[in-house]
């Protein structure tokens, strides 16, 4: 089955500076793969997905990058402020009926 | 248009005792996920359910755990006889059932068994 890697488990950056989150993903037939934000004690929020027929995708200060052939996609959040730390979570979805497999998460700082 | 709704919020059970977790998904929504967080750990999946129908349950334990998901009403995921181990946040998502279509998630519950 689908398997989802997910580094780096822990990121701390300067406020203001820029973030990059990196999944891979094992089975070539995924063609979804969203990001999830997730604050504590909330649940998942959806914050942006990208389609197998698209190399790249954003939406203000968030983007996210896909590489089919070398089965990686990226989250990347430009100009970072405090209210940016979370935990985040790649995930793919190989398509019809199928369940969404997650990354491990990735813990965000910002620092001050 | 209400987002995924999930209650209880909170739930102690006694060990031994059954939970019962309710999801009632996005208007709209057909299909719904459940799945389990430890704390600090990633989301585990246990179930994928469309109505009157369980699409994949290769997550869930064999005994003691069940979920439907009824032509009316909300989906539910039933825990007899808790242990403490079975303490965690239990999250839900809906989505149309589409092929590479969104889901989004409720607000969780969470469980402790005492």
């Known amino acids: 089955g689908e398997n989802v890697e997910q580094h780096p488990s822990t990121l701390s950056v300067q406020e203001g500076d820029s973030a990059v989150i990196k999944c891979t993903y094992s089975d070539s037939a995924s063609n979804y793969f969203p990001w999830y934000k997730q604050e504590l004690g909330k649940g998942p929020q959806l914050i942006i997905d990208i389609r197998s027929n698209v190399g790249e995708k954003k939406d203000q200060r968030i983007a996210v990058t896909l590489n089919k052939t070398a089965k990686h996609f990226s989250l990347h959040i430009t100009e970072t402020q405090p209210e940016d730390s979370a935990v985040y979570f790649c995930a793919a979805i190989r398509g019809r009926d199928d369940k969404i497999i997650f990354g491990k998460g990735t813990r965000l700082h910002i620092l001050p | 248009n209400a987002g995924v709704m999930q209650n209880p919020r909170h739930l102690v059970r006694r060990r031994g005792q059954e939970a019962r977790l309710r999801c009632s998904p996005m208007?709209?929504?057909?299909?719904v996920y459940w799945y389990r967080q430890l704390p600090e750990e990633g989301l585990k999946f246990m179930v994928y359910l469309q109505k009157e129908n369980i699409i994949d349950e290769s997550g869930m334990p064999k005994e003691r755990f069940s979920a439907e998901f009824p032509k009316e009403g909300p989906s539910i995921l039933r825990i007899q006889q808790v242990v403490r181990g079975d303490s965690a946040a239990y999250f839900c998502?809906?989505?149309?059932?589409?092929?590479?279509?969104?889901?989004?998630f409720g607000q969780g519950t969470r469980l402790t068994v005492v």
């Open positions: 208007k709209g929504h057909s299909h």
């Open positions: 998502a809906s989505s149309p059932g589409q092929a590479g279509t969104e889901a989004f």
